[in-house]
């Protein structure tokens, strides 16, 4: 196996930024524990690179290769310029190669190992779909499906070294305040105002942080005052803090900060995973028999080591949160589930840590490719 490593040297990642910052937070991340972790030369190529800038704010905009973190950063061009294919290509969410670069792969003595990296789901059929292989219809290529997921028959999560380990001595010498803290990261939604309502008028004091988004703008409307970075106001039980948007190697602290994490999307849910506290996980939209079908299997699979009246309470929640629920009426059952929920959250995380971390994972799974 190591023989086989060895011979996977340069890797090419593609990524075309859909909005927001998901897919880039994924392939950054991967891109990045690749090289630190498993010395891979990784060139990364994004079709966005304003996107990719918030998340590595020291990243030029200036066209160009450039070097971050040992990552060769390159802005995908329009059109495609040549480059000889690397040693394995992975090709993001189906994010769809450049045809001149998928023939070039085919001319190689020996063609890349080729990776389609798919979104995260606890559903049963990514078990069955994961690692399995697409032949090229007109090239000698195959593409593997390689799905995240939550079980050894996956890929896993992305976790880099030394992660768990520094969010426990984090955990070791926090000190908590008098206020519930509350790290806010989601999708605008209906009945946020009315969550804010019962918030403000509730019995516990809060403290609620809010990266920029749709999100707060609605908090910003509610409040009569738009939040800008750095400003804060009262209501009631309920102080609200704008935070700024934060390079994604200091997002982990903000989410180690709170005693329950309301994330969204894919890459902020893991990493809530990853803090070991109580979450709520906004799925991204999509037709909402997918997105239903999704957050059902995650409840599932996460609710299973859960007393019942626990179990019941976050799937309130998470309903409500993720539909045109009510989040206000689940608000009072969640809080009386908070101790059972964060025990449980520390539980999850230990059992996601045996099942190793996707970049590791990944190199495996290509190594097995050209034995
Ligand atoms: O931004 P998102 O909503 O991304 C979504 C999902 O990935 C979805 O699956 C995809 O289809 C869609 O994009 C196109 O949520 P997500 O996945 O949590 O990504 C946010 C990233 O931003 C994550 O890597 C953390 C990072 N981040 C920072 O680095 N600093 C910050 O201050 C904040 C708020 C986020």
Redesign the pocket.
Same mark, same amino acid.
């Given at each position: 196996m190591d023989l086989a490593r060895a011979t996977l040297k340069n890797w090419d990642i593609f990524c075309r !930024? @859909?909005?927001?910052? =998901?897919?880039? =937070? !994924?392939c950054?991340?991967l891109a990045s524990q690749l090289a630190a972790e498993h010395g891979a030369g990784v060139r990364l190529w994004v079709d966005d690179l304003a996107s990719c800038r918030? @998340?590595v704010p020291e990243l030029s905009m200036a066209p160009g290769p450039q070097q971050l973190h040992g990552v060769e950063l390159r802005a995908w061009p329009e059109p495609w310029q040549p480059v000889e294919p690397g040693d394995v290509v992975v090709e993001s *969410?189906a994010c769809e190669l450049p045809t001149a670069f998928v023939a070039a792969m085919a001319r190689r003595a020996r063609p890349p190992v080729w990776i389609n990296l798919e979104? @995260?789901s606890a559903e049963s059929w990514v078990e069955g779909a994961h690692g399995l292989p697409s032949p090229h219809p007109a090239l000698p290529l195959r593409k593997h499906f390689f799905f995240p997921g939550f079980t050894p028959s996956t890929g896993g999560l992305l976790r880099e070294r030394g992660l768990l380990e520094a969010r426990r001595r984090w955990d070791a010498s926090r000190v908590g305040g008098a206020a519930l803290t509350i790290f806010l *990261?989601s999708?605008g939604h209906p009945a946020l105002p009315a969550l804010l309502e019962a918030w403000a008028g509730g019995p516990v004091p809060l403290r609620v942080r809010m990266?920029? =988004?749709t999100a707060r703008d609605q908090v910003g409307a509610w409040l009569g005052d738009p939040l800008r970075d750095g400003t804060e106001a009262t209501r009631g039980a309920l102080r609200v803090e704008a935070?700024? *948007?934060?390079?994604?190697?200091? *997002?982990d602290a903000?989410l180690w900060e709170a005693d329950l994490l309301l994330?969204? =999307?894919?890459?902020?849910?893991?990493?809530a995973m990853w803090a070991g506290r109580p979450f709520v996980w906004q @799925?991204?939209p999509?037709a909402d028999d997918a997105r239903l079908h999704k957050m059902e299997a995650f409840l599932a699979r996460h609710g299973a080591g859960l007393p019942p009246p626990a179990r019941e309470a976050e799937a309130e929640l998470f309903r409500a949160w993720n539909f045109a629920g009510d989040p206000a009426a689940a608000w009072p059952r969640w809080l009386a589930s908070r101790t059972e929920l964060a025990a449980h959250a520390e539980r999850w995380c230990d059992e996601l840590e045996n099942l190793g971390n996707l970049a590791e994972n990944l190199v495996n799974f290509c190594a097995e490719r050209v034995k």
């Open positions: !930024v @859909l909005d927001n910052y =998901g897919d880039i =937070g !994924v950054w991340r918030m @998340l *969410f979104y @995260l *990261f999708y990266p920029p =988004g935070l700024p *948007f934060v390079a994604q190697e200091d *997002f903000l994330v969204r =999307g894919e890459d902020s849910a893991v990493r @799925l991204y999509q």
